[in-house]
């Protein structure tokens, strides 16, 4: 971990969000102009990696930060001791930026951090059950006299998949409903944002259909986040087997809706596990937390931050919206612009997500 230095002054955004990378209408709203602190989430898939120059127009993660013009990003999957994620941020360290990170037990697996040009207080790592898996970091900065203090957190969530990877994901869920909850009552201005490695709504990915039985869009997956954003902005009812995803599906016996791809409950990975009272509760009726970008793109499909490397998902549009910024009520309505920095071609990515930033005023 680096020395904190003192702040002098954040870095500014301005308006002009095109320098290297492509912000169309479908992936920007408002304007950064009227922002006092711009955050960006980025999963980089391995910062060593992610830094390296890979030809002469994919300088990677640097060349993106110096045009940015964020005042923290928040990093997942940084796969990285303290000292090789310094070593690789060496330039940005350089230039006055601060290093927290919490690397996972396993070595080479996660990690998360918080890179910031403000000073990083009271850091806190690790969620009940998963401490050390390099999945969560906490921290404040007081972001000048409008924001004034304001608490961000770096989520990873695990990716699941089948048998125990799947158990371990929806394990996870359960110990971080109670924490999205605590948190909201203790901070009235705080942010989680990260690679949540889930789609919430049809919207957040472009081959829905074809994905309903794929971790990253099971209806328990949804479910959980209807929990936490209830069902979306402007919505009242969970799409989760509605007519739409299911039109020639069943009513069980005890009024799940049964359809081609499953019913809340259906997709528990191991005979063992038990989901916990709070993944079962319902889509929360009164949100303490907002999906920010979302916000900005109520009904619009994407904007997609995450393509696979394989076959031609980039080229096609074939993407997913997993990595959000989830803001207490407070803080959301002091949101004024989004965006995602999608790489302009495929040659030009240094990960296979994209950074979402998001400006606060």
Same mark, same amino acid.
């Given at each position: ?14 308006? *002009? ?191 829905? /259909?074809?994905?309903? /039985? ?27 087997? *509605? ?27 191991? /005979? ?79 990960? *296979? ?9």
């Amino acid at each position: 971990m680096s020395d904190m230095p003192p702040h002098s002054a954040p870095i500014k955004p301005n308006d *002009d969000n095109t320098r290297g990378h492509r912000n169309s209408f479908a992936s920007s709203a408002g304007s950064f102009a009227d922002a006092s602190l711009t955050v960006a989430s980025i999963n980089v898939n391995g910062i060593r990696a992610a830094v390296k120059h890979r030809s002469e127009e994919n300088l990677g993660f640097h060349e993106w930060l110096k045009n940015a013009n964020v005042d923290v990003v928040l990093l997942q999957e940084v796969r990285a001791s303290e000292k090789q994620a310094e070593n690789a941020l060496e330039p940005a360290l350089d230039d006055g930026w601060s290093l927290t990170v919490a690397p996972a037990a396993s070595r080479g697996r996660a990690g998360v951090g918080i890179l910031s040009t403000y000073p990083v207080d009271d850091v806190e790592i690790g969620i009940p059950d998963f401490e050390d898996a390099g999945r969560w970091i906490e921290g404040t900065i007081h972001a000048g006299e409008g924001l004034g203090d304001v608490r961000l957190a770096s989520l990873y969530l695990p990716s699941g998949g089948w048998n125990e990877k799947q158990d371990e994901k929806y394990a996870f869920l359960d110990s971080l409903a109670p924490v999205l909850e605590q948190r909201a009552e203790k901070y009235d201005k705080m942010l989680v944002a990260g690679d949540w490695n889930i789609c919430h709504r049809r919207e957040d990915l472009k081959s829905w /259909k074809g994905n309903r /039985k794929r971790a990253g869009f099971l209806p328990d997956e949804r479910a959980f986040m209807d929990s936490i954003f209830g069902p979306g902005p402007g919505v009242t009812v969970s799409e989760i087997n *509605d007519a739409t995803e299911a039109p020639r599906g069943v009513t069980l016996s005890d009024g799940r809706r049964q359809g081609n791809a499953g019913a809340i409950g259906d997709f528990f990975a191991s /005979k063992d596990y038990k989901p916990s009272a709070a993944s079962l509760r319902g889509p929360a009726r009164d949100p303490k937390w907002i999906d920010v970008q979302r916000s900005f793109h109520e009904n619009e499909e994407g904007p997609y931050s995450w393509y696979t490397w394989r076959g031609q998902a980039f080229d096609t549009g074939a993407g997913w919206r997993i990595d959000v910024h989830a803001a207490t009520r407070s803080l959301a309505d002091r949101a004024v612009a989004a965006r995602t920095d999608v790489a302009d071609t495929y040659d030009l990515r240094w990960s *296979d997500h994209s950074p979402v930033v998001v400006g606060f005023k």
